[in-house]
């Protein structure tokens, strides 16, 4: 397995590739989330390629860029059991000039729920998922619905740069209880993690709910009897483009919540 800390590097290895490439990107601290996308990206494509980088670009100031977990070496272990071919490991210094040319998320979609609650965070994913793109030149690339809104601006940044990509959704791994795999469940001690249950568990009822109820706020009330969480940021209902919507839709809703359990921001959803 190579491994290519630059983006020179990257470069000239993918022009060494010929066939189909899936591209994995990621911040690290793999886990069996980030391994079904790469079991996915590997049986659709003759090569796959990883990255991992902790994207300055996308933290805002007071959040967690310092503390976020870097596990290199057990990273690049995960993936050479995992088959992959290369990982791409650029540092901020070689991935940004000084005085960039930005991209800039679209102002409504890219500015409500996490954009609101982490304004100028989807900037930042863009600007960096865009040179990952022109660097790696995949074939298709594959992304979590766990991270919904990030996997629809993603779609629309190909669909508005004409790149030749096909982005895969893919669902969220949970563990046998329920809670999503993140990165970020390290932070939660055991009591909060028992609490964080709460999300996946109103997501679970909400979709239930939704079989026989249409009415978003009626649903909504029932989560948040479950939510036992310290800081609700938002429970929200929208399509699949990300309006907003009053009435569930079957087929073309996605319920999302974020909150934070102690000092730990959450986010999860369920596509109904
Ligand atoms: N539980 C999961 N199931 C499927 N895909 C996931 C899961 N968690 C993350 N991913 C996907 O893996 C890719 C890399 O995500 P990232 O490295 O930020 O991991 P993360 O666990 O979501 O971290 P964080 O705690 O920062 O949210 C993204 O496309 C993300 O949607
Ligand atoms: C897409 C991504 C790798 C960009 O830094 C990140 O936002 C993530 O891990 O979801
Ligand atoms: N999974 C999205 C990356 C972030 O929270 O910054």
Redesign the pocket.
Known sequence: MKILNSPAKASEYRKSLKGSVGF???????????L??IKKAKSENDFVIVS?FVNPTQFLPGEDFNK?PRRLEADFEICKRAGVDAVFTPTPENMYSEDEILIKAPKVKGYILEGFFRPGHFDGVLQVVNKLFNIIRPTRA??????AQ??YLIKQMVKNFFFDIEIIE?????EKDGL??????IYLSEIERNRALSISKALKRAAKLSASIKDTEKIKEEMLKILDVDEMQYIAFVDRDFNYIKEIIPGNTIILIAAKVGETR??DNIFI
């Open positions: 994995v990107p990621t911040m690290g601290a793999l886990h069996e989330g980030h079904s996308l991992i976020y594959y992304f979590g619905k766990k991270d990030q996997l893919c669902d969220t791994v949970r999503a795999l993140s990165s970020r469940n959450l986010i």
